[in-house]
């Protein structure tokens, strides 16, 4: 009887699985500025896609963005944006690959707020992969929440050739922010 007693434990431990985080919906911002006349141009797309899992209080996972659904209103930088820099039939989406990242709660399981939580990870983008870091601020109650990530990157790290236009020339350095809104499964 101690046996299988024994066994069922332990096997209640090994079963506990991750919780596997389902985006509800989700878009992608990116923010750079033109030098000289410092300009900024604001993109943002919608087609996000997320693999995220939390298992003991611990985020990882992946997040995908489908670069053709980026929009920044002038139809005519859009074109010049996907087909001359981003090359969007070639590359299609961006990638980030998050580092696991350790939560004081269970977003899952608890009602958490938290700000500026750092994580670390790999963005692949133009078909380079390079190191990002950044911060998120995460909110959450009873299994659903929000999440706002923040990182910068560099338009030269990968690949991509910096875009000018009538004299105006993009910078390397883009913000980009993630929103998603999500439910735990």
Not at 45 to 67: A, C, H, R
Request: aromatic fraction near 6%; glycine fraction near 8%; proline fraction near 3%.
């Amino acid at each position: 009887m101690k046996t299988v007693l024994a066994v069922m434990t332990l096997l209640g431990f090994a079963g506990a699985q991750a919780a596997t985080v389902q985006t509800t919906k989700g878009h992608v911002e990116f923010l750079a500025v033109g030098k000289p006349s410092a300009i900024k141009i604001r993109g943002k797309g919608d087609d996000l896609k997320s693999e995220l899992q939390v298992k003991d209080k611990t985020v990882t996972g992946k997040l995908t963005f489908n670069l053709d659904s980026l929009n920044t209103g002038i139809d005519l930088r859009d074109n010049h944006m996907k087909e001359k820099y981003l090359e969007t039939g070639k590359f299609k989406n961006a990638e980030l690959d998050l580092k696991p990242v350790t939560l004081a709660q269970d977003p899952c399981k608890e009602d958490i707020k938290t700000e500026k939580v750092p994580f670390e990870g790999t963005l692949k983008l133009h078909g380079v992969e390079k190191p990002v870091k950044g911060d998120f601020d995460l909110t959450s109650k009873a299994g659903t929440g929000n999440s706002k990530v923040h990182f910068d990157s560099n338009i030269s790290d990968y690949g991509i050739e910096i875009p000018v236009y009538l004299g105006i020339k993009v910078a390397d350095k883009v913000e980009n922010t993630v929103e998603l809104d999500w439910t735990c499964k």
